[in-house]
Protein backbone atom coordinates (compact mmCIF):
# COMPACT_ATOMS: atom_id res chain seq x y z
CA UNK A 1 0.00 0.00 0.00
CA UNK A 2 0.80 3.35 -0.21
CA UNK A 3 3.43 4.95 2.64
CA UNK A 4 4.20 8.43 4.03
CA UNK A 5 4.74 10.98 0.85
CA UNK A 6 6.21 14.43 1.05
CA UNK A 7 7.10 17.04 -0.93
CA UNK A 8 9.23 18.24 -2.38
CA UNK A 9 12.29 16.21 -2.23
CA UNK A 10 14.22 18.77 -2.46
CA UNK A 11 13.86 22.58 -2.18
CA UNK A 12 16.63 25.29 -2.29
CA UNK A 13 15.36 28.87 -1.64
CA UNK A 14 16.71 32.20 -0.50
CA UNK A 15 17.42 33.22 3.00
CA UNK A 16 13.89 35.34 4.34
CA UNK A 17 11.57 33.18 1.53
CA UNK A 18 8.76 31.57 2.94
CA UNK A 19 8.68 27.29 2.41
CA UNK A 20 5.62 25.74 2.18
CA UNK A 21 6.72 21.61 3.21
CA UNK A 22 3.99 18.96 2.21
CA UNK A 23 3.27 15.56 4.16
CA UNK A 24 0.65 13.01 2.69
CA UNK A 25 0.44 10.45 5.90
CA UNK A 26 -0.89 7.02 5.79
CA UNK A 27 -4.80 6.83 5.07
CA UNK A 28 -6.44 6.78 8.46
CA UNK A 29 -3.28 6.98 10.72
CA UNK A 30 -4.79 9.52 13.21
CA UNK A 31 -1.36 10.77 14.35
CA UNK A 32 1.16 12.85 12.35
CA UNK A 33 4.55 14.34 13.23
CA UNK A 34 6.91 16.78 11.68
CA UNK A 35 10.56 16.68 12.55
CA UNK A 36 13.66 18.15 11.59
CA UNK A 37 17.21 16.00 11.09
CA UNK A 38 20.46 18.94 10.55
CA UNK A 39 23.71 17.05 8.85
CA UNK A 40 24.80 14.31 11.04
CA UNK A 41 22.36 14.53 13.94
CA UNK A 42 19.44 12.70 15.31
CA UNK A 43 15.64 13.89 14.95
CA UNK A 44 14.21 16.92 16.66
CA UNK A 45 10.89 16.58 17.49
CA UNK A 46 8.12 19.80 15.59
CA UNK A 47 5.26 19.38 15.91
CA UNK A 48 2.83 16.71 16.44
CA UNK A 49 -0.70 16.12 15.21
CA UNK A 50 -3.25 13.49 17.15
CA UNK A 51 -6.83 13.70 15.75
CA UNK A 52 -8.94 16.33 16.39
CA UNK A 53 -6.92 17.48 19.36
CA UNK A 54 -4.74 20.83 19.55
CA UNK A 55 -1.74 20.13 18.05
CA UNK A 56 1.51 19.76 20.70
CA UNK A 57 3.84 22.42 18.72
CA UNK A 58 6.20 22.40 21.82
CA UNK A 59 9.06 21.38 19.76
CA UNK A 60 8.58 24.69 17.12
CA UNK A 61 12.20 26.33 17.27
CA UNK A 62 10.67 30.00 16.41
CA UNK A 63 7.48 31.83 15.41
CA UNK A 64 8.59 31.25 12.45
CA UNK A 65 7.71 27.85 11.69
CA UNK A 66 3.73 26.83 12.05
CA UNK A 67 2.42 23.32 10.72
CA UNK A 68 -1.45 22.83 10.01
CA UNK A 69 -3.00 19.28 9.29
CA UNK A 70 -6.41 20.03 7.30
CA UNK A 71 -9.68 16.98 7.11
CA UNK A 72 -7.01 15.19 9.74
CA UNK A 73 -5.28 14.14 6.45
CA UNK A 74 -2.71 16.14 4.59
CA UNK A 75 -0.39 18.58 6.59
CA UNK A 76 1.77 21.23 5.91
CA UNK A 77 4.99 23.37 7.74
CA UNK A 78 5.53 26.44 6.69
CA UNK A 79 8.50 28.22 7.53
CA UNK A 80 8.17 32.17 7.02
CA UNK A 81 11.41 33.93 6.18
CA UNK A 82 13.35 31.44 6.27
CA UNK A 83 17.47 31.33 7.51
CA UNK A 84 20.43 29.25 6.59
CA UNK A 85 20.03 27.39 10.28
CA UNK A 86 16.77 26.00 8.93
CA UNK A 87 18.56 24.48 6.22
CA UNK A 88 17.88 20.30 7.32
CA UNK A 89 16.06 17.42 5.89
CA UNK A 90 12.49 17.74 7.14
CA UNK A 91 11.00 14.49 7.87
CA UNK A 92 7.02 13.82 8.27
CA UNK A 93 6.11 10.31 9.72
CA UNK A 94 2.23 9.10 10.83
CA UNK A 95 1.12 6.24 12.86
CA UNK A 96 -2.22 4.52 13.78
CA UNK A 97 -2.03 5.32 17.45
CA UNK A 98 0.00 8.29 19.72
CA UNK A 99 2.56 5.66 20.90
CA UNK A 100 3.24 2.79 17.90
CA UNK A 101 5.44 2.54 15.33
CA UNK A 102 5.83 5.67 13.12
CA UNK A 103 5.92 5.25 9.58
CA UNK A 104 8.26 8.11 7.73
CA UNK A 105 8.33 9.91 4.51
CA UNK A 106 11.07 10.28 2.17
CA UNK A 107 11.76 13.40 3.72
CA UNK A 108 12.69 17.23 2.01
CA UNK A 109 15.81 17.95 2.14
CA UNK A 110 15.86 22.32 3.06
CA UNK A 111 19.01 23.91 1.57
CA UNK A 112 18.67 28.18 2.79
CA UNK A 113 21.29 30.00 0.40
CA UNK B 1 17.70 17.02 27.44
CA UNK B 2 17.56 14.05 24.99
CA UNK B 3 15.57 11.30 26.44
CA UNK B 4 17.74 8.35 24.38
CA UNK B 5 21.47 8.58 23.48
CA UNK B 6 23.00 5.99 21.31
CA UNK B 7 26.31 4.08 22.43
CA UNK B 8 28.26 3.72 20.51
CA UNK B 9 28.00 7.22 17.72
CA UNK B 10 29.94 5.34 15.32
CA UNK B 11 30.32 1.27 14.81
CA UNK B 12 32.92 0.06 12.00
CA UNK B 13 32.91 -4.31 11.66
CA UNK B 14 33.93 -6.35 8.87
CA UNK B 15 31.21 -8.23 7.12
CA UNK B 16 29.94 -11.38 8.83
CA UNK B 17 30.28 -9.93 12.53
CA UNK B 18 27.81 -9.39 15.17
CA UNK B 19 27.36 -5.52 15.83
CA UNK B 20 25.75 -4.38 19.42
CA UNK B 21 24.69 -0.90 19.93
CA UNK B 22 23.07 0.36 22.90
CA UNK B 23 20.77 2.75 24.54
CA UNK B 24 20.00 4.94 27.54
CA UNK B 25 16.72 7.03 28.57
CA UNK B 26 15.76 9.10 31.44
CA UNK B 27 12.79 8.21 32.41
CA UNK B 28 9.93 5.56 32.83
CA UNK B 29 8.42 4.58 29.27
CA UNK B 30 5.84 2.39 27.76
CA UNK B 31 7.98 1.36 25.13
CA UNK B 32 11.30 1.37 23.13
CA UNK B 33 11.53 1.40 19.68
CA UNK B 34 14.55 1.04 16.86
CA UNK B 35 15.05 2.64 13.67
CA UNK B 36 17.03 2.23 10.66
CA UNK B 37 18.10 5.46 8.55
CA UNK B 38 19.46 4.97 4.83
CA UNK B 39 21.70 8.06 3.58
CA UNK B 40 20.16 10.38 5.89
CA UNK B 41 16.50 10.18 4.24
CA UNK B 42 13.05 8.26 6.38
CA UNK B 43 13.33 6.30 9.00
CA UNK B 44 12.47 2.57 8.68
CA UNK B 45 10.60 0.84 11.85
CA UNK B 46 12.69 -2.73 13.15
CA UNK B 47 11.36 -3.44 16.33
CA UNK B 48 9.57 -2.24 19.62
CA UNK B 49 9.87 -3.88 22.91
CA UNK B 50 7.58 -2.90 25.52
CA UNK B 51 8.33 -2.06 28.89
CA UNK B 52 7.02 -5.58 30.22
CA UNK B 53 8.65 -7.11 27.64
CA UNK B 54 13.13 -8.26 28.55
CA UNK B 55 13.86 -9.07 25.07
CA UNK B 56 12.57 -9.91 21.40
CA UNK B 57 13.94 -11.09 18.41
CA UNK B 58 13.36 -10.48 15.07
CA UNK B 59 15.20 -12.03 12.27
CA UNK B 60 18.73 -11.47 12.77
CA UNK B 61 17.99 -8.36 15.32
CA UNK B 62 17.80 -9.27 18.78
CA UNK B 63 16.79 -6.41 21.30
CA UNK B 64 16.74 -6.25 25.37
CA UNK B 65 15.65 -3.93 27.44
CA UNK B 66 16.10 -3.12 31.01
CA UNK B 67 14.05 -1.19 32.60
CA UNK B 68 16.20 -0.64 36.15
CA UNK B 69 18.93 0.33 33.96
CA UNK B 70 16.94 2.16 31.90
CA UNK B 71 18.68 0.97 28.81
CA UNK B 72 17.96 -0.93 25.89
CA UNK B 73 20.31 -3.10 23.17
CA UNK B 74 20.63 -3.66 19.56
CA UNK B 75 22.31 -6.69 18.70
CA UNK B 76 22.43 -7.37 14.57
CA UNK B 77 23.94 -11.03 14.10
CA UNK B 78 26.07 -11.89 11.23
CA UNK B 79 26.50 -8.47 9.32
CA UNK B 80 25.93 -7.92 6.25
CA UNK B 81 27.04 -4.52 4.65
CA UNK B 82 23.27 -3.80 3.52
CA UNK B 83 23.01 -3.51 7.28
CA UNK B 84 25.19 0.13 7.01
CA UNK B 85 23.13 2.55 8.27
CA UNK B 86 22.25 4.76 11.03
CA UNK B 87 20.34 2.78 13.75
CA UNK B 88 17.92 5.37 16.69
CA UNK B 89 16.63 4.07 19.43
CA UNK B 90 12.91 5.89 20.24
CA UNK B 91 11.33 6.10 23.43
CA UNK B 92 7.91 7.26 25.07
CA UNK B 93 8.00 9.24 28.09
CA UNK B 94 5.26 7.02 30.34
CA UNK B 95 2.96 9.82 31.22
CA UNK B 96 1.16 12.43 29.03
CA UNK B 97 1.04 12.55 25.54
CA UNK B 98 4.40 12.81 24.54
CA UNK B 99 5.34 11.72 21.33
CA UNK B 100 9.02 9.15 20.68
CA UNK B 101 11.85 11.00 21.49
CA UNK B 102 14.68 10.03 19.13
CA UNK B 103 18.25 10.12 20.30
CA UNK B 104 21.26 10.98 18.18
CA UNK B 105 22.00 7.24 16.60
CA UNK B 106 24.75 5.10 16.19
CA UNK B 107 26.11 5.35 12.23
CA UNK B 108 26.85 0.98 11.75
CA UNK B 109 29.55 0.34 9.16
CA UNK B 110 29.74 -2.80 7.72
CA UNK B 111 32.63 -3.66 5.99
CA UNK B 112 32.52 -6.55 2.90
Known amino acids: GAGVSQSPSNKVTEKGKDVELRCDPISGHTALYWYRQSLGQGLEFLIY????????KSGLPSDRFSAERTGGSVSTLTIQRTQQEDSAVYLC???????????FGPGTRLTVT | SQQGEEDPQALSIQEGENATMNCSYK?????LQWYRQNSGRGLVHLIL?????REKHSGRLRVTLDTSKKSSSLLITASRAADTASYFCATDVHSGNTPLVFGKGTRLSVIA
Open chain 2, 27 to 31: TSINN
Open chain 1, 93 to 103: ASSLGSFGEQY
Open chain 2, 49 to 53: IRSNE
Open chain 1, 49 to 56: FQGNSAPD
